[in-house]
Structure formats: C-alpha cells, structure tokens
Antibody, heavy 120, light 110 residues
C-alpha cells in the first residue's frame, strides 16, 4: 500500500524559514518523480515544485523560485521542501504527491497535507 | 503563467451527465497531451481521476472520461451520483517546464 506522509508545517514569521518533509512507502521511491502542491485557505490548488526520481532535475513555480528548494534522499525514501524568505501569501496546506512513472506533472498518490502559516 | 479557466460551478441531477471545461493556451493544454483532472472533497486531499487527457487510473470508475480539442480539455461524468459532489481541478504541463492548475469547479448534485 502506497503511503505518503508530510510533516514540518507550523507557524512561522514573515521572512522566516521552514523545511517540510514527506516520508513515503509502498513503492520504489527512486523510480518516481515527486512534487509539492499547495492550497491556500479556501482557494484552489497551486503547483509549487517537482523533482525527478534521481533528483538531478528540479522544477519550481515562478512564485517560489529563488526562495524554495525541493530535494530528496532516496536512501531515506523522503522528499523535502526547504522554504526561505516566507511571505504571508505562502500560507497554505502543502501536499506531497507521487508522480506517475517518470512523469512529474501528474500525481496519483497524495498525502493529507501539512499546514504552513506565515504570520507575525 | 495564468491559471487555466474552468467554470466556477456546474450542477446536475443523479443519473445525468455533466461536462467541465478547462481552457488554456497553445503553451499548455493545446501544446501537450499532459492534462490531468483531480477530484477533491471538502477537507480531503485531491484524488487523480484522469491523466494524459483521457487515461484513467487503475480501478477508477469508467463514468469519468476526459478529452481535448485545441486549447480546451473536458471532463465528463456520466451517471451522476451523490458522492460525485466535490471540487474538480484540471492541470497541464506547460512550455516553461512548470504545471498550471485551473481555478476549480464546484460540482453540485441536485
């Protein structure tokens, strides 16, 4: 059974940093791209970042480019999102999602999300 | 990258069919066969229902189908059921090597 579990969310002040983690099991982690998608309270889905199975290729939305970094540790079956220079508009539930095969633009398994609140 | 355009809401009666449109540009929907659709119930994580325009994940009901014409993709749900009431989002790969979502459509089953 595929399991995806995010952690690391919480309350952070504007300008601060936070690192999200996503532990997975039930599939060959290194064979699949992974991604992060967020959803602000009461709003729609927004794609954030993606990474290839090997970790050699990464992709970021313009809204987070230069501030967020996606990475993975295939030995630990864990995905990360390092978030720096956080802004109020980054407040959202952050979902970790598994890519389908080598594709990183479509996701077949999602975690339940972790809430990040940026506020003073 | 602007969000894909979806109707804010659609509705239908049990047993009927509905279609949700998703309009983009030649740089996203029209340029690639990488359109996905997700269903999201309140307070829950999104669930993949269609990928690569018209492919269904294993085990998903064939009441859900997808198609594309030009810059517009469509999701059709046939034989509407009460449990289909949810928010639906389309997404597409883009020429900038990013992903763009639609604004979401609230489906009400009357």
């Amino acid at each position: 059974e595929v399991q995806v579990l995010e952690s690391g969310g919480g309350l952070v002040q504007p300008g601060g940093s936070l690192r999200l983690s996503c532990a997975v099991s039930g599939f060959s982690f290194s064979s699949h791209a992974m991604g992060w998608v967020r959803q602000a309270p009461g709003k729609g889905l927004e794609w954030v970042s993606a990474i290839s199975g090997s970790g050699s290729s990464t992709y970021h939305a313009d809204s987070v480019k230069g501030r967020f970094t996606i990475s993975r540790d295939n030995s630990k079956n864990t995905l990360y999102l390092q978030m720096n220079s956080l802004r109020a508009e980054d407040t959202a539930v952050y979902y970790c999602a598994k890519g389908i095969g080598g594709g990183w633009s479509k996701h077949d398994y999602w975690g339940q999300g972790t809430l990040v609140t940026v506020s003073s | 990258q602007s969000a894909l355009t979806q109707p804010a809401s659609v509705s239908g009666s049990p047993g009927q069919s509905i279609t949700i449109s998703c309009t983009g540009t030649s740089s996203d929907v029209g340029g690639y066969n990488y359109v996905s659709w997700y269903q999201q119930h309140p307070g829950k994580a999104p669930k993949l229902i269609i990928y690569d325009v018209s492919d269904r994940p294993s085990g998903l009901s064939n009441r859900f189908s997808g198609s594309k014409s030009g810059n517009t993709a469509s999701l059709t749900i046939s034989g509407l059921q009460a449990e289909d009431e949810a928010d639906y989002y389309c997404s597409s790969y883009t020429s900038s090597s990013t992903v763009v979502f639609g604004g979401g459509t609230k489906l009400t089953v009357l």
